[in-house]
């Protein structure tokens, strides 16, 4: 009997070590990283304040917060309370210390984060605050002088308050939208009226949710012709889309127009790895220069190669490399202000990049120690 060959190609880099840095001219310096656990577990979510408070949740179905103090990562606290496994866990905005969680155990609770220090918060339960609904998964949220807004799918609606056709209101407090296989809810960065919704089927929506009905809300439906896995927006207008084919789609929200499209041979092209079948794309992001960026990776070897690219032209350039990194990634955090990305994943590590810029002038560490000041001057008292 013949031996069995394998001849399967092997990722690998397109260019030799010493050109790799001259593609890549973007320099992040790894400013700190943490194990967030020594057990077996991985990170599959990730959520940032805008004073860098980082939580987290695990494959354990606990969530793990942590403040970035200049260049250390220190713990707040670690919340445990969901039987099942966790879909999303959200930090409010405006009151740092409320972290958002749910799971498919159909509860979306909301946590308190001082109460009790270090300690596990979910035996006392005293800052478990409410349990909102009975769905299977928050997306996402935008706060507003008037009233929180939290954006629910997969649910079941038999403890809403009220409805309106495709929308439902909960606790007359958050809204959750009614959807047909939905898996991404995310809301304008600055005109909380304006939801961008992706699904399953294939279709990007965008609507106005101040209209009393859905036909009205309904502004455009974007045909991506391939079920959507992630959904960023990039500034006042574009959308960033990743299927679940690792393609990188741009959308224009207000006329409707596809305007870039990469498939996943491009953007392993443009990272420099020779097999599109080991490369995937993490997340989108617009750079403190105001270029779309793409953060990938590659299964290829250890599965630790992270790399970026820009979008500009028409065309994807090399961007970025990270040798430093130790594990596969699966979510990221980008601060435009402060040039800093925050990455973790399949290592449960939490790890902290800077733009070399920034961490030679020293800029990073004092916008942080500002963000901090200013939210400390408005803290309010724990319950």
Not at 39 to 51: D, E, F, G, V
Not at 191 to 198: F, H, I, K, R
Not at 332 to 342: A, G, N, Q
């Amino acid at each position: 009997m013949a031996d069995i060959i394998d001849n399967e190609e092997i990722d690998r880099d397109t260019v030799e070590p010493e050109a790799l840095e001259q593609h890549f001219r973007k320099k992040y310096k790894l400013l700190t990283e943490c194990a967030v656990t020594l057990k077996k577990s991985y990170i599959n979510k990730l959520h940032a304040t805008i004073s860098l408070k980082l939580a987290v949740s695990l494959s354990d179905n606990s969530i793990e917060v942590y403040q970035l103090n200049n260049t250390s990562l220190n713990k707040i606290c670690k919340l445990s309370g969901h039987e099942k496994t966790l879909t999303e866990v959200v930090c409010d905005p405006k009151e740092e210390h409320l972290v958002y969680s749910a799971a498919q155990d159909g509860l979306v609770k909301l946590w308190d984060t001082r109460v009790s220090g270090l300690g596990n918060i979910s035996i006392k339960r005293l800052n478990i605050l409410s349990s909102i609904g009975r769905t299977n998964e928050i997306i996402q949220n935008r706060w507003d002088s008037q009233r929180v807004k939290t954006s629910l799918s997969y649910g079941s609606y038999s403890d809403c308050a009220g409805s309106l056709p495709g929308w439902h209101f909960v606790d007359a407090n958050c809204f959750c939208f009614k959807p047909n296989f939905m898996l991404q809810v995310k809301f304008h960065k600055t005109q909380t009226e304006v939801l961008a919704t992706g699904s399953l089927d294939g279709l990007i929506n965008i609507f106005n949710v101040m209209e009393l009905s859905e036909d009205d809300a309904l502004t455009y439906s974007l045909n991506v012709e391939n079920s959507v896995e992630k959904l960023s927006w990039l500034d006042e207008k574009q959308v960033a889309c990743i299927t679940q084919s690792n393609d990188l789609q741009f959308w224009d929200t207000q006329s409707g127009d596809l305007l870039r499209t990469f498939t996943r041979d491009k953007v392993s092209r443009s990272i420099k790895r020779s097999k599109a079948d080991d490369c995937f794309l993490v997340d989108t992001y617009t750079s403190i220069d105001d270029t779309p960026v793409v953060l990938a990776g590659s299964y290829g070897g250890n599965g630790h190669v992270l790399r970026s690219a820009t979008a500009a032209g028409g065309r994807l350039q090399p961007a970025a490399l990270f040798p430093a990194n130790r594990q596969t990634v699966r979510c990221s955090h980008y601060d435009k202000d402060r040039d800093i990305l925050v990455t973790t994943g399949e290592a449960a590590i939490i790890s902290v990049w800077t733009g070399s810029e920034a961490a030679e002038n020293g800029t990073t560490f004092g916008k942080i120690s500002q963000s901090l000041n200013k939210l400390h001057m408005n803290r309010h008292k724990p319950y």
